[in-house]
C-alpha cells in the first residue's frame, strides 16, 4: 500500500479511508484505473464493496460499455448477478437474434439461470415447427 495508490483511488473519486478496504482494493485489482474506466463506460459506481464485488466477479468496463450499447442501463447489482450466472453481453446478442430483444436484465439473469439459451430457443422453434407439420 503506498500514498501514491491510496491519492490514486481518491482522485477517481473514491473516498476510502478504511484500510481494511483499501487492502482489499489492492488484493482484487481495484486500481485507479480500474475505477476510472467503470465511470468512464457510464456507471457511477463509488461504492467501495460494489468495486470489490465487480473485480471479484469479472465486472469489466467493457462489458457496462456493452450492455449500455445493447440498450440496457444496467445497476451494480445487476451487473454482478449476470456475470455471477453467466449472462454476457455476447449472450446478450445471440438471445437478441433468436428473437428476445426486449427483455428487462431480471429476465435475462433468470434466463440463464434457467438455462434458456439461444440453442434452447432455436430447438423449441424447430419442435413447434415440427409438430405444427404434423397436426396440419
Do not use: C
Amino acid at each position: 500500500m503506498t500514498p501514491e495508490f491510496i491519492a490514486g483511488i481518491r482522485s477517481a473519486g473514491v473516498n476510502v479511508s478504511d484500510s481494511d478496504k483499501l487492502i482489499a482494493f489492492r488484493i482484487h485489482g481495484v486500481s485507479p484505473e480500474f475505477v476510472s474506466g467503470i465511470r468512464s463506460a457510464g456507471l457511477n459506481v463509488l461504492d467501495s464493496d460494489k468495486l470489490i464485488a465487480f473485480r471479484i466477479h469479472g465486472v469489466t468496463p467493457e462489458m457496462v460499455r456493452s450492455l449500455k450499447q445493447a440498450g440496457y442501463e444496467p445497476d451494480a447489482d445487476k451487473l454482478i448477478a449476470m456475470r455471477i450466472h453467466g449472462a454476457t453481453p455476447e449472450w446478450v446478442e445471440q438471445l437478441k437474434k433468436q428473437g428476445y430483444e426486449h427483455l428487462d436484465l431480471d429476465k435475462l439473469i433468470a434466463f440463464r439461470i434457467h438455462g434458456v439459451s439461444p440453442d434452447f430457443i432455436g430447438q423449441l422453434r424447430s419442435w413447434v415447427t415440427l409438430i405444427r407439420s404434423r397436426i396440419n
